[in-house]
Every structure is written in structure tokens, then in C-alpha cells.
């Protein structure tokens, strides 16, 4: 008959097993020394990235300089800068690794939480079966090397912890681990001019001092892992350079974000990556002005950022009006439509907006966005065109399914007129960018318009940005209403 003790013996060996050889495995079972007390929740990003790290850790040359971008508060620095070190040191006790940050108490903390594994009765366990079953050599601290954050072992294996550009010099290593690189507050405070002169200097020490830093250029294993910050942000150059293994993950799924990973799961728009710990109601306080804001999330949390001051269209340009849409006093209206050129739901969005006037101002009033089929894009029309019905022209691009569009409900929706375009979308979308640097268009308040904030993150990121729907449907609209005299009578067709 098989003891209780004996039972438990047999699930440790197991799980002492698993540990060894996986670190996925491994942070489960040393979980409870980092975390005492905080159950561990489980999630699909967590295996992908321990797979990579496995894969760097072992020689595979496509993992030997590896890119990690994923939302703040994904355990990025507990497998990264915690358990990978401790994980290593089973089979390769004489890795020395060099870790940096933008702050030195940061990488520190995470330091000490390693050597808290290190010292512990379950990693002693797991490191005296690794000895036995896998040849591991037997190793110790080293007693004059031995501080809490940098410390050596007697396989000459060592930790130390820098903060980016200060004192790297004379120090070297086998790895270079870069866990933050830019402290957030760094691309929001001060001018953009400031804001660009400390991306360079980090951009600097990256580029062209840690490379020196290391015992074997060849050999060395680079990993960098941060959430994105600016378009100019370590991961941004590492990107613009290539020759590294990307993992960049958002919290809200993008099916035509062109660095979506092939390992992530999800399928559907807006599909979140970590549920458990993020749901829809705590993202949506974080898009609150008092919190993060639009243009802060999409680059944390959506690794997508985009210039402070934006692009083709300036940040400072974007200007709202007081109260809801429907007290504003206008001369007129009209909704302006963008389709897709597929009848699916995995292609574009969709974008119809409705527009009105006031003398040389304009007003967004209303927006809906969405991907949708062609039978739900007929349906929303007819039920935007019905909800605005002072909006007498409906402008739609005479293309793909706008074409079928306007064919299609000539007879049940009134004012419908094709739009054939005669320059690129860059030009249509100068046109429309000169109007908010002349200050005459205006946006509704977030209050009456939670869409908003998207919108201006779009338009600020173009023509760099993974979507511009709303840039078409801006710039189509305001060509249109540029082509009207009097407010009403065609002077021109575009």
C-alpha cells in the first residue's frame, strides 16, 4: 500500500521533473517563494513566452536576440528577470548575465527575488535532482560575491543589475537582459524635443555601448522586454532594424496588426489576452481621462504608439465643442461613408460619420465603426441615414462595396452620391488635415462620443498607423463640403 508520504514524494519527483526541463514548469512550482499566499493565475501568453526564453536559453539561433513587447502587469519581469535567471542556473551554472533597467532599485528588487529562489529549500531540491539525473554541476554562493542584488556562484556564473548608461563600463557578460528600458513618465513629461533627446541617449547606450559589454558578440543572447512607449522607444529601433525575434502581444486582439504573433490564439476583434486579470470593465477605466488616456493605452496596452505631438495631423489641433451634438446651430449636414473592399467580417472596418456646418466650421456629430458584411453595412446605413435625417447627402467612395452600396439602396435611401476620388489618400488626407490646422473642425466631448479618443489616436497616427478608415471618412467629408457653395449647391464633383 502506497503511504500519503510516498504519494507526495512521487508528485514532487514529478513536478521536480518538469521544472528542470520546462520553464513554464518552473515558475509554477516556484511560485509560492515568490508569491506566498497569491494563487497563480494561469494564461496562454505566459507558455508562449517561456517557450521563446526555453528556446534562447538553448542555443536556437533565430531566439538569440529576442523582443518582447506586451501590456503592463503580464508578469513580463517575473519570468524575465526572475525565474529565467534561476531556471538557467540548474544546467548552466556558469551563465553570467548582466541585467539593466531605466531604474536601478527596479532591477534590483527583481535581483533579490531570484536569490530568494536561489536560497530556497524547494529550488535546493530541485537543483540536487538536476545534479543527479542531468550532470548539473553542485554550486554555491560565493561568499565574496555574495551582495543581495549581485551576486556569483562558485561555477564563476554571476548576476549583476546596472541601470541603462550608468557604470556598464569594465563589467561584462555572457546575456544582456534589458527590462524596461524607458521609464514611462520620460515620454510624457517635458517638450518633444526633451522627450527625443532621452529616447536618443537610450537609443545610444543600447546601440552602441552594451554591445561591448558582453564576452562574445557572436554567443551573446540579447533579450529585451518592455511595453511599447513611442515611436521612437528601444523596441521601436529593435523592430526598424530586424534581425530579432518579436513577441508582441496587445491586450485587445487586432487581426490585422502586422506583428500579431502566429502562436496567439485569438480570432476575433477585440479579444482580450488576459481576461482573469483584465476585463473589459478595468481596460475601460483605464481609457478615462483621469487614468491613462487613448494615446497612452494604445501604446502600453495596444503596442501601438504614436508621436506625442502627432503626425500629418497635430494633437494640438484636436479641439471639442460644449454639450451634445444636437444643441450645436448648423446650416447643414451630411453623413460621409467608408466601406471595405470584402463582404467579411475580418477585413476593415466600416466607418460611416455625420457631419454638419456652421460658416467655415466644422462639427463631427455622430460616428459608427465596426467591420461588418455587406448585408449588416446595407442595414447601417439605411439606419444611420434614418437616425440623421437632416443629413441630405450620404457621400459614399464609388468602389467595391460602395459601388454595390449605392446600387443597391438608390431606391430606399434619398441622396446618395457616388465620390470618385482624383488624388491619393495622402492628398485627400492633407486637404482634410489643413482644416484642423485652421482650427475649424471640432470634435464632440467624450461624454457624448466614447469613440473619440480612437479616433484622434488614428488620424494622429496616420499615414503610420494600422488603420485610417476614419481618416477616408474625415477627409472625404471634408472635401466634400470644401466643393459645395453656398453650403448646398455642387460647384464641383470630386
Known amino acids: 500500500m502506497t503511504t500519503p508520504a510516498t504519494k507526495q514524494a512521487i508528485r514532487n519527483a514529478v513536478a521536480d ?5 520546462h520553464l513554464a514548469w518552473f515558475v509554477r512550482g516556484g511560485w509560492h517563494v515568490v508569491e506566498p499566499g497569491r494563487p497563480l493565475v494561469w494564461n496562454w501568453h505566459l507558455d508562449l513566452i517561456c517557450d521563446a526564453l526555453e528556446k534562447q536559453a538553448k542555443g536556437n539561433p533565430e531566439y538569440r536576440r529576442l523582443l518582447i513587447c506586451v501590456p ?3 508578469m513580463k519581469s517575473l519570468l524575465v528577470s526572475v525565474f529565467l535567471p534561476a531556471w538557467q542556473w540548474l544546467r548552466e551554472a556558469g551563465r553570467r548575465k548582466v541585467f539593466f533597467s531605466h531604474d536601478e532599485d527596479l532591477v534590483k528588487r527583481d535581483s533579490r527575488r531570484t536569490r530568494d529562489i536561489l536560497k530556497s529549500d524547494w529550488y535546493q531540491r530541485v537543483l540536487s535532482r538536476a545534479v543527479e539525473h542531468y550532470d548539473a554541476p553542485r554550486w554555491e554562493f560565493k561568499r565574496d560575491q555574495n551582495e543581495k542584488a549581485n551576486y556569483e556562484n562558485t561555477q564563476n556564473g554571476f548576476r549583476i543589475c ?18 524596461d528600458p524607458i521609464d514611462a513618465k520620460a515620454v510624457v513629461k517635458g517638450s518633444n524635443d526633451q522627450i527625443t533627446k532621452r529616447l536618443r541617449e537610450v537609443a545610444t547606450v543600447v546601440g552602441t555601448v552594451l554591445p561591448s559589454r558582453v564576452n562574445d558578440l557572436m554567443a551573446a543572447r540579447w533579450t529585451v522586454i518592455m511595453q511599447r512607449l513611442h515611436p521612437l522607444d528601444t523596441a521601436g529601433l529593435c523592430i526598424e532594424e530586424g534581425g530579432w525575434h518579436v513577441i508582441q502581444l496587445q491586450m485587445e486582439y487586432d487581426p490585422d496588426e502586422p506583428l500579431n504573433h502566429p502562436q496567439d490564439p485569438r480570432t476575433e476583434p477585440g479579444e482580450l489576452l488576459f481576461p482573469e486579470l483584465f476585463p473589459r470593465e478595468a481596460l475601460d477605466r483605464l481609457l478615462g481621462p483621469r487614468q491613462l488616456g487613448p494615446r497612452h493605452y494604445a501604446a502600453q496596452y495596444q503596442q501601438k504608439p504614436t508621436l506625442p505631438q502627432g503626425g500629418l495631423f497635430k494633437r494640438r489641433c484636436m479641439q471639442h465643442y460644449q454639450g451634445p451634438p444636437d444643441r450645436l446651430t448648423l446650416e447643414g449636414q451630411i453623413i460621409s461613408v467608408d466601406c471595405t473592399f470584402k463582404r467579411t467580417t475580418d477585413s476593415d472596418f466600416v466607418t460611416m460619420g455625420c457631419w454638419g456646418w456652421n460658416g467655415a466650421n466644422r462639427y463631427l456629430l455622430d460616428q459608427i465603426r465596426a467591420r461588418m458584411t455587406y448585408p449588416e453595412t446595407r442595414a447601417a446605413l439605411k439606419s444611420f441615414a434614418a437616425k ?7 457621400i459614399i467612395e464609388d468602389k467595391a462595396n460602395g459601388s454595390a452600396l449605392i446600387d443597391d439602396l438608390r431606391d430606399h435611401v434619398p441622396g446618395l452620391i457616388p465620390y470618385n476620388p482624383r488624388e491619393s489618400k495622402e492628398a485627400r488626407a492633407q486637404v482634410a488635415a489643413g482644416w484642423f490646422e485652421s482650427l475649424n473642425v471640432w470634435l464632440p466631448e467624450p461624454e457624448y462620443a466614447p469613440w473619440i479618443g ?10 503610420g498607423g494600422a488603420h485610417d478608415d476614419q481618416v477616408d471618412q474625415t477627409s472625404q467629408a471634408m472635401i466634400r463640403m470644401e466643393s459645395m ?5 455642387d460647384v464641383a464633383v470630386g
Open 17 to 21: 521533473e518538469l521544472a528542470i526541463r
Open 72 to 74: 503592463p502587469g503580464t
Open 162 to 179: 546596472l541601470a541603462l548608461g550608468a557604470g556598464a563600463t569594465g563589467k561584462r557578460g555572457d546575456d544582456i537582459l534589458i527590462d
Open 388 to 394: 440623421h435625417p437632416k443629413a441630405r447627402q450620404k
Open 454 to 463: 480612437a479616433y484622434i489616436e488614428e488620424l494622429c497616427a496616420f499615414p
Open 485 to 489: 457653395g453656398d453650403w448646398g449647391v
